[in-house]
């Protein structure tokens, strides 16, 4: 299928699907005799999967570090990240991990901020 059509299939653009390929997280396509890009069902689950990623938190960085076990989750039904059970260097475990940190620490940073602005709520004057 065309771009526009693997890109509407897997509820995205085809901007997003250039993207994608550009920055690793999808194989270079297969290309028609007129050089247009040309994309399987297998490429529209893995673009199912990299937006289920991306709107859980984690970022494109996140997930090209570890495009290469993405097609795990693909799979259907999907399989483990892990490489036989464990939780290694090379499985999705430490991103995610250090992405929980990241939000944690923001969380921190904003309830403090929050609490903050609380206490100076009824001192605050404006011009």
Wanted: aromatic share 4%; charged share 25%.
């Amino acid at each position: 299928m065309r771009i526009g059509d693997a890109a509407a299939a897997a509820g995205t653009t085809p901007r997003a699907l250039r993207f994608y390929e550009q920055r690793g997280l999808l194989p270079p396509p297969a290309r028609t005799a007129s050089g247009q890009r040309a994309y399987g069902p297998e490429t529209v689950t893995r673009v199912r999967v990299i937006r289920t990623l991306l709107a859980l938190g984690l970022t494109v960085e996140d997930l090209a570090s570890r495009a290469h076990r993405l097609d795990l989750l693909a799979e259907d039904p999907p399989r483990s990240c892990a490489s036989t059970g464990d939780f290694g260097p090379d499985t999705f475990a430490p991103v995610i991990e250090q992405r929980l940190a990241v939000l944690d620490a923001e969380i921190a940073r904003l309830t403090r901020l929050r609490e903050s602005l609380a206490r100076h709520a009824g001192t605050v004057v404006l011009p």
